[in-house]
């Protein structure tokens, strides 16, 4: 779903968002922004940890290694630290 940035700054929850999220009337909340995504939380819930975050680059390195599971190019757990001497 998306929203579109007025000139007053001011951005409307859509309805349905705002339901899914659980916010109510009244409710205060609290903005989280890490690496140009804002989270937007009811204030006093726990935000979660946004510098958990993958990179374009780590989220890349992921997907390759998934593909490379999915076709069976895995390598054994007790080969990996052998070579790394662990």
Same mark, same amino acid.
């Given at each position: 779903?998306? %929203? ?5 700054? /001011?951005? !409307? *929850? +859509? #309805?349905?968002?705002?339901?899914? =999220?659980?916010?109510? +009337? ?11 995504? *804002?989270?937007? /939380? +009811?204030?006093?819930?726990? =935000?979660? #940890? /946004?510098? #958990?975050?993958? !990179?374009? $680059? $780590? %989220? &890349?390195?992921?997907? @390759? =290694?998934?593909?490379? =599971?999915? $076709? ?8 990996? &630290? @052998?070579?790394?001497?662990?």
């Amino acid at each position: 779903m998306t %929203a579109t940035v007025k000139s007053k700054t /001011l951005l !409307t *929850v +859509p #309805d349905a968002v705002r339901r899914r =999220a659980g916010f109510k +009337p009244g409710d205060q909340v609290q903005f989280k922004v890490s690496r140009g995504s *804002v989270t937007i /939380l +009811p204030r006093g819930r726990a =935000a979660p #940890d /946004l510098d #958990d975050t993958l !990179t374009t $680059e $780590e %989220a &890349k390195k992921v997907r @390759h =290694a998934m593909k490379q =599971a999915r $076709e069976g190019k895995v390598t054994a757990w007790s080969k990996v &630290k @052998h070579e790394l001497g662990l």
